[in-house]
């Protein structure tokens, strides 16, 4: 009898262990987004003033909720292990009760972008988990000893874990969980006079000391501009109620250019922190994908630090770090289509750019999008085969 009940605390145990392990896993792929999770409670809490540690302490807790998780799986430092993970079940389902109560317009962010929870499937998630605790860990003792080798298992599991977390924190995420997604298909925004029309929109291009403008036909630019070609737009009011992110920046005079990111083929260079941005490294870039065939366009938040003499469009710091979670990372579209994105340090140079770019955007998209999932893919079945078989 002792022992069936040894078996079945082992196997909620596990249990407990795979979901603390995914909820970790997940988060730890996105820190940057995790980061963003961690910045809106603190502002539900009235902590913003707590905001400068959000990304470090997101981090943080992504990777004790995955090596919790790993020890749980392999049944390592039994005792420690299950007075941690109540602990942590008893906190997250408190919060979970308050934020069900209040029902605040945010994501729990339990698994990070990957699934979306309301906050009373938050609570009954917790609440499961709380009385599969119970079960698993009352009372504190009597665990057993696990084997020599599950110490193994745990102990090269967690800088693996480590490793996976400076890895999608100094590179992007390997599985983009965002809306901005390679795959995805941006809405450009119309302005006022066409929000309701369906079928074509002129669009008017013009130029000036190298940068391209789209204007509609009742805000046509002045003499300075050089007139380049009459573009349209395919647009249908159905089209609105479809899922497809919506990238609006405007220019230095206040007029939204979203057109342009849908024109052909496109680099966009985002800067949510113009401050700390690598901005001759973003020039070098932005010159060489020119070279290449491709239109260059800057976007940054407003703020300080930005070269006067960059041409440079603004958006707001939300979409522009949920397209690109690193700061000065570039994103390639073409016709409106995102096809890859990079961090700064991995943007191709030379002869890769321009190959990348001369290649068909589906092929281009599905080969980037492919090798990283079976980076990730391959990460986590080598961690589940080493804490499950070792």
């Not at 995420?173 to 079928?199: H, R, V």
């Not at 109620?241 to 939204?256: H, I, M, Q, W």
């Not at 003499?309 to 949920?322: E, G, Q, S």
């Amino acid at each position: 009898m002792k022992k069936a009940h040894h078996r079945v605390r082992r196997f909620f145990a596990i249990i407990i262990g795979l979901v603390f392990l995914a909820s970790g896993l997940l988060k730890l792929l996105d820190p940057v987004g995790t980061g963003l999770i961690v910045t809106e409670y603190l502002k539900f809490f009235r902590l913003g003033f707590l905001q400068g540690i959000a990304l470090p302490f997101g981090m943080g807790l992504s990777l004790l909720e995955a090596i919790v998780g790993t020890a749980l799986i392999t049944g390592v430092f039994r005792k420690l292990t299950a007075v941690v993970a109540s602990l942590m079940i008893v906190f997250f389902t408190a919060v979970t009760v308050v934020l069900w109560l209040a029902n605040p317009e945010m994501d729990c962010g339990c698994f990070g972008e990957a699934i979306h929870l309301t906050h009373l499937q938050t609570l009954v998630k917790n609440l499961i988990l709380l009385a599969l605790a119970l079960i698993a860990f009352l009372p504190f003792q009597n665990f057993g000893v696990p084997g020599k080798g599950k110490y193994v298992a745990f102990w090269i599991a967690v800088p693996s874990l480590v490793f996976a977390l400076w890895y999608n924190w100094r590179h992007l995420p390997m599985i983009d969980f965002t809306e901005f997604a390679p795959g995805a298909e941006l809405f450009a925004s119309l302005d006022n006079d066409y929000q309701e029309m369906d079928g074509k929109v002129p669009t008017f291009i013009y130029e000036r000391d190298g940068q391209r403008g789209s204007f509609s036909l009742d805000n046509l630019p002045d003499s300075t501009w050089t007139f380049v070609a009459v573009d349209t737009l395919s647009r249908s009011g159905a089209y609105r109620n479809e899922a497809k992110p919506v990238l609006s920046f405007r220019d230095a005079a206040g007029t939204y250019q979203d057109e342009l990111a849908v024109l052909g083929k496109v680099m966009v260079f985002s800067v949510y922190h113009p401050e700390s941005a690598r901005w001759d490294g973003i020039r070098n870039r932005a010159a060489e994908a020119r070279l290449h065939g491709a239109t260059p366009l800057i976007l940054s938040v407003p703020g300080e630090g930005i070269p006067e003499d960059l041409p440079v469009y603004f958006a707001d710091y939300k979409p522009l770090i949920t397209m690109n979670r690193a700061n000065g990372g570039a994103v390639y579209f073409n016709d409106g289509e995102l096809i890859a994105k990079w961090s700064p340090r991995d943007i191709p140079e030379g002869s890769g750019l321009r190959d990348f770019l001369q290649r068909d955007p589906v092929d281009a998209s599905t080969d980037f999008t492919v090798k990283r999932r079976i980076k990730a893919q391959g990460f986590t079945l080598y961690l589940l085969a080493l804490l499950l078989l070792l």
